[in-house]
């Protein structure tokens, strides 16, 4: 009997497995914050034999090396990635005994050139699960856009026909365990569904739905942006990342955290308050930056954040601090120039605190609109479905280079939730010599049109 464990790291929308049949165990696709794994192996009783990636990941730096190295384990890789470090390749065809359990490798290109799935039986032949990382996802696919635009086509043909592979090759009650698909810019589009098995993908997965032309551009015409660190994550990975540091920043005193926040982002100092964004908007130091540590917190700042910034946290304590740490370092942001914990009067060593109101969308319906500007900081695809009419579109990740087109005034600003609002606004505040009256929409964007303000389509304002 083959017992699957899911790690999940619902930060990125990821979960890794571990694998085992009671004695021997299999890991895959394991993030870089391996303590979990060695702590779940533990309470288990198992020992961690084998180590297997299903591809070169794009959306996180892999704890895979430096757990295989500390266990002595086998490293599976594809034999045909051109990696930096010593591995097992893995190739199509090959029959891995684990313990009682027996691992099979089936490439399945699509989300990148050489990427394989896992098929995983027990000690009778029988395969009881599929591990398919960025392939077969619940009801979608991954993405086929992240290893160069010029291969964007070519790799979601080979997107349909992996799938459809899995479903020719393997029984219908074998267990589904995608690595992408539950929140992460990997996947194509959203999810449906928390389980599946490969019987179940026949009636709900758009590559084995749709004819193939049709499956393409479908999958094709809906991609959007994604986080600009993803284009750091493959080289890193390829290369065999540094073993993982969880330690603590060093302690910052109030007035070394006013010297950075005196020479701001001008200068490369990014001073991150992980605070709840409301709490934040009542007082915060000024030129700070609202990031609060929620489910969204390192996929935005690992975007926004320059390679040569220096990153500084504020934070509420000492744990809250670590919690971020855990964060970043999943997508290899390792140097911290510091930190500094407790109460922000205290941090403030004097100095004013400032602030921004905070309203819903109730509120913004209530202001008459030639006296306001509304800015909409949601992504393209959020965009296509709607806006509050007359709102300037600056998604977030764009909002650095284009802040100069949000004029001084009274500006609010909204996304799906607040979250991404929240940020803008602090950004914009950190905005040395501009007069900006900031009100941040903290409201679920349904609520928009519930609160009586004019939602316009795309595709209606282009024909207006």
């Known amino acids: 009997m083959i017992d699957v464990h899911t790690i999940a790291t619902s930060s990125l929308g990821d979960r890794s497995y571990l694998a085992h049949d009671g004695e021997v165990a299999l890991v895959i696709d394991p993030q870089r914050d391996i303590d979990r794994v060695l702590a779940l192996a533990d309470e288990l009783g198992v020992r961690i034999t084998h180590v297997a990636e299903t591809h070169i990941h794009n959306d996180y730096v892999t704890g895979g090396l430096e757990l295989a190295r500390r266990l002595d384990a086998t490293y599976l890789v594809d034999a045909r990635d051109d990696v930096a470090f010593d591995r097992t390749p893995a190739r199509e065809g090959d029959d891995i005994a684990v313990g009682g359990m027996r691992l099979r490798p089936i490439a399945t290109p699509g989300h990148t050139h050489h990427h394989l799935s896992y098929a995983l039986a027990d000690e009778a032949g029988q395969v009881e699960a599929v591990f398919t990382g960025g392939s077969m996802l619940y009801g979608t696919t991954g993405r086929t856009d992240l290893v160069s635009p010029d291969d964007t086509v070519e790799l979601t043909h080979a997107q349909y026909h992996s799938v459809r592979r899995l479903v020719d090759e393997l029984p219908a009650d074998a267990t589904v365990f995608p690595t992408h698909g539950f929140g992460s810019f990997c996947s194509a589009t959203p999810p449906s569904g928390e389980a599946s098995t490969v019987g179940e993908q026949r009636s709900t997965n758009p590559a084995l739905t749709s004819d193939e032309q049709d499956f393409v551009d479908t999958l094709i015409a809906g991609l959007g942006a994604y986080p600009a660190y993803y284009a750091r994550m493959a080289p890193t990975n390829s290369a065999g990342p540094a073993p993982v540091d969880l330690s603590l920043p060093e302690p910052l005193s109030p007035d070394e955290l006013?010297?950075?926040?005196?020479?701001?982002?001008?200068?490369?100092?990014?001073?991150?308050?992980?605070?709840?964004?409301?709490?934040?908007?009542?007082?915060?130091?000024?030129?700070?930056?609202?990031?609060?540590?929620?489910?969204?917190?390192?996929?935005?700042?690992?975007?926004?954040?320059?390679?040569?910034?220096?990153?500084?946290?504020?934070?509420?304590?000492?744990?809250q601090v670590a919690d971020a740490r855990r964060e970043l370092v999943r997508i290899g942001i390792d140097r911290l120039a510091g930190a500094a914990t407790?109460?922000?009067?205290?941090?403030?060593?004097?100095?004013?605190l400032a602030s921004y109101r905070v309203s819903d969308f109730a509120g913004l319906a209530d202001r008459d609109p030639a006296q306001v500007v509304v800015v909409d900081a949601r992504t393209e695809n959020e965009r296509a479905g709607g806006g509050v009419a007359g709102s300037i579109h600056l998604p977030l990740h764009e909002l650095l280079t284009r802040r100069d087109e949000i004029p001084d005034g009274e500006v609010w600003l909204y996304c799906g939730s607040g979250y991404r609002a929240s940020i803008a606004a602090s950004l914009l505040a950190a905005e040395p010599g501009r007069d900006r009256d900031l009100v941040v929409v903290n409201d679920d964007w349904p609520h928009a049109a519930q609160a009586g303000l004019s939602v316009v389509r795309d595709d209606e304002r282009r024909a207006a």
């Open 258 to 319: 006013r010297g950075r926040l005196e020479k701001g982002l001008t200068e490369g100092q990014w001073v991150v308050d992980l605070r709840e964004r409301t709490a934040f908007a009542g007082k915060h130091l000024a030129g700070s930056l609202s990031f609060q540590l929620a489910q969204p917190f390192v996929t935005y700042l690992g975007w926004l954040l320059p390679d040569d910034a220096d990153l500084t946290l504020i934070g509420e304590s000492e744990e």
């Open 342 to 352: 407790g109460p922000i009067e205290d941090l403030a060593g004097g100095a004013d």
